[in-house]
């Protein structure tokens, strides 16, 4: 616990992950997000506004890790409908799970491409987004501070959510809501690190350039052009 109003100001570019969490909990929104000269979000904070209180220390999971849970059961799925699981990257398990959820009225927050092709976390109960978030996305995504809000006030009105991320966006809004719920259900990716948003956006704008028209869609493994041989 930070006794000095120290701030993420003290986290290291290389042990920062852009949870997110330090931007959301910041009473006075003196926190936003910029890209680092590597290309991924890392928070900046505007010291006119500051006040110095440690919450976005304190509440940092690189700072304060979450709590760790002992290894438990693991199994491996697949699934069974061919359509959507030519759809996903993988397995198709995230697909399933999602839609079963959204059938008992759950909510699930999961990773899509925004207007600008950028990976972003929303939370919904359309089944029309869940398609979207078919698909890996190899750069970092941004889980903005209304969908961290919005994850809170589902939450506490007894809805349940189904959170897919990476473990430490996992960790980021574990620590944003400080306590475990029952209702909050998490998958989390196994990560092997992710390219950085800012490079990602600098591909697409140069592929836009080279094309002369505009990218409106962006799949990564396609299975439709060859990611596993077809018989």
Request: charged share 20%.
């Amino acid at each position: 616990m930070s006794v000095n109003g120290d701030t993420i100001e003290k986290v290291e570019e290389t042990s920062c992950t852009g949870c997110g969490c330090c931007i959301v909990v910041c009473p006075i929104h003196a926190i936003s997000f910029h890209y680092n000269n590597e290309g991924f979000f890392f928070p900046k904070i505007d010291n006119a506004k500051c006040v110095h209180c440690a919450i976005c220390y304190n509440h940092c999971p690189e700072i304060k890790p979450v709590k760790k849970y002992a290894r438990g059961y693991v199994s491996v799925i697949q699934l069974k409908d061919e359509t959507q699981m030519v759809n996903s990257a993988s397995g198709g398990g995230f697909y399933g799970l999602a839609k079963n959820s959204l059938s008992q009225d759950w909510l699930v927050c999961g990773c899509v491409l925004n207007e600008e092709m950028l990976p972003t976390h929303i939370l919904t109960n359309k089944l029309s987004d869940i398609t979207r978030m078919q698909g890996a996305k190899y750069v970092q995504s941004k889980v903005n501070a209304e969908t961290y809000q919005e994850i809170y006030t589902s939450l506490q009105d007894g809805r349940k959510v189904l959170f897919s991320g990476t473990p430490c966006q996992i960790a980021g809004l574990k620590s944003f809501l400080e306590k475990e719920y029952e209702n909050l259900h998490t998958v989390g990716l196994i990560c092997h690190g992710v390219a950085g948003p800012g490079l990602y956006l600098h591909y697409i704008k140069k592929k836009q350039n080279e094309i002369g028209g505009v990218i409106k869609d962006v799949q990564f493994r396609s299975r439709l052009v060859g990611h596993y041989p077809h018989n």
